[in-house]
């Protein structure tokens, strides 16, 4: 039997912290850290396929006509990275093609903590 | 054989294991060769779940059955935000979708009606370390968008805190997830 070196209970899903303004639609991210952990293209399909894709969270404030989305990019793809974009909300729709602030990063700790930041 | 047995003990990450397919080789017992290597099997869709939509199977996630999955389906809204739909045309899809962009469904194509296929029809795929996530992969009966650039006719949806979202996914991408 091949060596397990993940298991469920290393992708359990975070809980974001956002204070009242902020609601968080969906969240699917993990505790996993892709940064932390060197696996070979073979380890990372492996493990996490389905885990790191395009639509990974959003979370949106109607107060300051704000979302927040964060996607993995290319999806499910190992050399990938976070994609954290901030969006002005208009009419109930975002403008997609002026992002107000993006970060990138393959760092789920910087991640957290951007998200923190700009929800506080 | 021996490239086989090369294969195998450079992917064996058990030591044990690739001393007992070296002497397997070392016996020429095919049979035990061939078992070796299928424990070391490297396909990324082993493991992962694919449930029949009509199996009333306790681990078909949270659709324990064909009822509570239709009602989820019935009271799913439709995302608000979606970056999936920016292109206006077929040369921006491409464009928006390629080189680690966000893939783009084409502008006459209507999104929610075709999710709800695709939750209704589609191929399950629960990933094996988050069994809370559930997909389902559809094919249209025409090209629906692009994803890197490449058209495509297959999507992945899925429901989310009672959303239900998805994009369209090209066949190279597709192929880790389902044989289609």
């Known amino acids: 039997m091949r060596t397990q070196l993940f298991n469920e209970k290393d992708f359990e899903q ?23 952990h060197e696996l070979t293209e073979e380890e990372f399909d492996f493990y996490t396929l389905g885990l790191f894709t395009q639509n990974m969270t959003q979370i949106e404030s109607k107060n300051k006509k704000l979302l927040i ?15 954290l974009q901030m969006l002005p909300i208009k009419d109930g729709d975002c403008d997609w093609f002026n992002p107000v602030i993006e970060f990138r990063t393959r760092s789920l700790k910087q991640l957290v903590l951007k998200v923190e930041e700009l929800t506080k | 054989m ?36 299928g424990e070391i099997s490297t396909d990324a869709k082993k493991g992962h779940t694919y449930p029949e939509f009509d199996e009333q199977s306790i681990s078909f996630n949270r659709f324990r059955d064909k009822k509570a999955h239709r009602t989820e389906i019935a009271n799913a809204k439709s995302g608000d ?15 928006f979708s390629k080189n680690g962009g966000a893939a783009q469904y084409l502008p006459d194509v209507n999104i929610n009606a075709l999710e709800k296929l695709a939750l209704q029809k589609g191929t399950v795929f629960i990933p094996k370390n988050n069994k809370n996530i559930t997909y389902f992969f559809y094919k249209s009966n025409r090209i629906i968008g692009y994803d890197n650039g490449i058209p ?9 805190s009672g959303f239900h979202h998805s ?3 090209n066949t190279n991408r597709l192929s880790k997830y389902i044989n289609f």
């Open chain 1, 14 to 36: 975070i809980t974001l912290t956002v204070n009242d303004d902020w609601k968080i639609i969906y969240n699917k991210l993990t505790i996993f850290d892709p940064e932390i």
């Open chain 1, 69 to 83: 989305d964060i996607g993995w990019y290319p999806d499910s793809e190992i050399n990938g990275e976070f994609l």
């Open chain 2, 2 to 37: 021996k490239s086989a047995f090369e294969k195998g003990r450079t992917l064996a990450k058990d030591e044990k294991l690739a001393l007992k397919l070296e002497k397997a080789i070392a016996e020429n017992d095919v049979a035990k060769v061939k078992s070796l290597l």
């Open chain 2, 81 to 95: 935000y979606l970056k999936h739909k920016k292109a206006k045309t077929v040369e921006q899809a491409i464009k």
């Open chain 2, 152 to 160: 495509t006719e297959w999507i992945r949806a899925e429901i989310s």
């Open chain 2, 167 to 169: 994009h369209p996914i």
